[in-house]
């Protein structure tokens, strides 16, 4: 199995910066890929951003340009940083990695960000 735990969120304002991390409980370079999901009550959790582990990234249409997704296997950890917030970026995050192990998704808690305008 594999834990992560994200920390980072917390309440910014428009046009402000955050950067969100997810810490695994495994090793990052047995994690195939790793991504940031987003989700708001009552809509389905979307993508926001995956890197693998050769490093390729790909982005929501909504994000490209302002988040960067990056990871860094000595520290287990995996990144998301955040730019010119918007309202629209409000969301619980959610980290997200596929353990090459048992090739399942593994999910964290979730931290909340709030962009108030």
């Known amino acids: 199995q594999v834990q992560l735990v994200e920390s980072g969120g917390g309440l910014v304002q428009a046009g402000g910066s955050l950067r969100l991390s997810c810490v695994a409980s495994?090793?990052?370079?047995?994690?195939?890929?790793m991504a940031w999901y987003r989700q708001n009550p009552g809509k389905q959790r979307e993508l926001v951003a995956a890197?693998?582990?050769?490093?390729?990234?790909n982005y929501a249409d909504s994000v490209k340009g302002r988040f960067t997704i990056s990871r860094d296997n000595a520290k287990n950890t995996v990144y998301l940083q955040m730019s010119s917030l918007n309202s629209e970026d409000t969301a619980v995050y959610y980290c997200?990695?596929?353990?090459?192990?048992?090739?399942?998704?593994?999910w964290g808690q979730g931290t909340q960000v709030t962009v108030s305008s």
């Open positions: 890197i693998t582990s050769g490093y390729s990234t």
């Open positions: 495994r090793r990052l370079v047995s994690i195939n890929r």
């Open positions: 997200n990695g596929r353990w090459s192990g048992d090739l399942r998704d593994y």
